[in-house]
């Protein structure tokens, strides 16, 4: 029987103070190796292993390439990179985005999962939309363990929630009882090692871009009738796993959530270019109307003016409706977290 050496966490928005809650929980000499991501701008000095490392006696820093995995310490997510888990090693990788981050969780959770099977603990705490649920399923689907946090416990319940309404967890808690049932089980013996599922092996090589082939997106799921929002390639659903999911063949990765929310930053940007579009082609049209007017096309000047009031007439309804979604619908917070080098406390950016 092995142990539970490896314990990988994920969080969002309202992560730094739950982290920081949750490190505070452990003595100095449990037997674990803790990996963490945050979201969080790839321009943000991330200065959360300093306080993660404050937070209680583990010693917490910034992941490092190839970097040893040793009980006793928090490894943290660099701004702009993957952290994937390797046996007895980590991997700092910049492929592409998923779920819109980097560092995302799922890649992170899906690597752990593969490298320990059977011994991976994933936890998930607050934070907004659904990154992380479909590497917690992969964790489960490898033997490990799930730990959710509870949703009315977390500043952010997103998060805990999709991955509850997705995964079969094995334990939903309050933040303050997370640490004592991580150090629980890392006491115990963990189960007999799984076979890796071979479409997790699979999408973390394409992940990874350790192989870039249509012909193993095929393997993986069809292809379906949308593109990438990042890069305007083919999409595949997945088909393996619980929850649903696409992916192109250069390594984007979307939960159906975050292909929405993606979609919904595409649509905003192209009616607002659009509009700007129609109010530069109305200003031409008025300036084509007064050319002709000089020259006494009277015909020519009067279709010109015409089209030129359609136009504006057009962006206007274009930029009323843009400015009606913005203030009429729900607030939501920015997933990325920006930590500021003199402070304990995250902002939305």
């Excluded at 819109?100 to 603990?121: K, L, V």
């Excluded at 649509?267 to 659009?274: D, G, H, R, S």
């Excluded at 009067?302 to 007439?313: G, P, R």
Aim: charged share 20%; with cysteine; hydrophobic share 40%.
């Amino acid at each position: 029987m092995l142990p539970h050496r490896v314990v990988v966490v994920g969080a969002s928005a309202g992560g730094v103070a739950a982290l920081r809650n949750l490190f505070s929980q452990f003595s100095h000499d449990i037997q674990a190796a803790f990996i963490v991501v945050l979201h969080i701008l790839a321009e943000s000095p991330s200065v959360l292993p300093t306080l993660l490392d404050n937070a209680g006696p583990l010693k917490a820093k910034a992941a490092e390439d190839n970097e040893p995995i040793l009980p006793g310490h928090v490894y943290v997510a660099p701004p702009d990179f993957h952290l994937l888990v390797k046996p007895g090693f980590l991997r700092l990788h910049r492929g592409p985005k998923e779920n819109r981050h980097r560092p995302a969780i799922d890649p992170m959770f899906r690597s752990a999962a593969i490298a320990y099977p059977g011994q991976t603990i994933g936890v998930v705490l607050t934070g907004y939309l659904d990154d992380g649920t479909a590497g917690l399923s992969a964790i489960k689907r490898c033997g490990g363990f799930a730990i959710v946090q509870d949703p009315q416990d977390a500043d952010f319940p997103d998060m805990p929630m999709n991955a509850l309404a997705e995964v079969d967890v094995d334990y939903k808690l309050p933040l303050h009882q997370i640490g004592g049932k991580i150090t629980q089980l890392v006491i115990q013996a963990a189960s007999d090692t799984h076979e890796v599922p071979k479409d997790i092996v699979m999408e973390a090589k394409i992940a990874e871009q350790t192989v870039s082939d249509i012909r193993r997106e095929d393997l993986l799921g069809h292809q379906v009738p949308m593109n990438c929002p990042d890069c305007n390639g083919p999409l595949w659903q997945m088909e393996g796993g619980t929850v649903k999911r696409y992916r192109c063949h250069v390594g984007h990765s979307f939960t159906a959530r975050t292909l929405m929310a993606s979609q919904d930053s595409v649509l905003e940007k192209a009616l607002w270019v659009a509009m700007r579009t129609m109010e530069e082609r109305a200003n031409l049209s008025l300036l084509m109307a007064k050319n002709e007017a000089k020259q006494q096309r009277d015909l020519s000047a009067q279709l010109y003016a015409e089209q030129s009031e359609t136009l504006k007439a057009h962006a206007q309804v274009i930029r009323q409706l843009l400015v009606e979604s913005t203030t009429s619908s729900k607030s939501i917070p920015s997933t990325s977290n920006h930590i500021s080098s003199n402070s304990s406390y995250v902002s939305s950016s």
